[in-house]
């Protein structure tokens, strides 16, 4: 049967129709948004590089958190800036750290916000790298100890979920003994499992202030040319204890985010990263694109490709535009 039995544009008549036969579909439930927390009080600077995001001390984390929750977004994912770094990454794990602070005026605020945290060492390192450094190497085994401690800490100050980031091999059991040991075997792990050293994380370094002092991650971050090694560090996270796991970047890996769904059962998370974000900025500043269409189409087409949970800096724009 074709033409002119069959004609598709039959159920593209009317915006009813559209719906109905519509077979993805993005809600504000399924996206959490990014938090940079910095020390102080009533401090709410917006990011340079991140236009419409801010850096807030942790009672603005707070208040925004609120704004997010009332969008109806699932969740906030907590980055720090601290006030002063070291090579141990020290404030990090620290129970007084801006991010466990942050936690604790979210949780005192929000009834239903997921509060998620990225565990890393590189906005908390003076070197910027996402692990420990000796002889100018990143380190792994030694690492772990180190990052266990940070999820702990979080976990302690009220965070639902841990997202650890820094790549290192081994982290997510590491992660899971020390929290099942502290008596937190509900509180989850998302993994960013296959995260790729990617030039698409510039904006967000700015805005953490975590780019390396010397060298890249290339050591520890992923090829960009690799898709079954993303299947093989899934698999291992998986092993390990991992929840959900996380494809980073998002828009420009979409064939791994369809790879990593047809091979595991486990829910799946993409992160729309800072640079992906900074382009449609850039681009709708200059009147060059419609942004509230770019920003529904790309956030579709990352769901279409097998992700069920988008962590993206458009949230409260995308939920404000389509409540
Ligand atoms: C920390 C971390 C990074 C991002 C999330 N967690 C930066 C990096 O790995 O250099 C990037 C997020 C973004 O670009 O939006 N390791």
Redesign the pocket.
Known sequence: MSFPAERPRRLRRSERLRALVRETRVSPEQLVY?LFVVPGQGVRREIPSLPGCFHLSPDQAAREAREVESLGIAGVIL?GLPEAKDALGTQGYADTGVVQQAIRAIRAECRELLVIS?V?L??YTSHGH?GLVEDGEVKNDPSLELLASMALSHVRAGAHAVAP???MDGRVGRIRSALDGAGHNDVAILS?AA?YA?A??????E??D???AFGD?RGY?MDPANVREALREVRLDVEEGADIVMV??ALPYLDVIRAVRESVDRPIAA???????AMVKAAAQRGWIDEPRIVAETLTAIRRAGADII?T?HAKDFARTNA
């Not at 698409?200 to 370094?205: K, T």
């Open positions: 990014p980055f990225d890393c590189c906005e996402c980031s820094d790549m960013y995260k990617s698409f994380y510039g904006p967000f370094r805005a953490a975590s780019a390396p991650r971050q980073k970047p992160y729309n990263v800072s640079g992906e974000y962590l800096y």
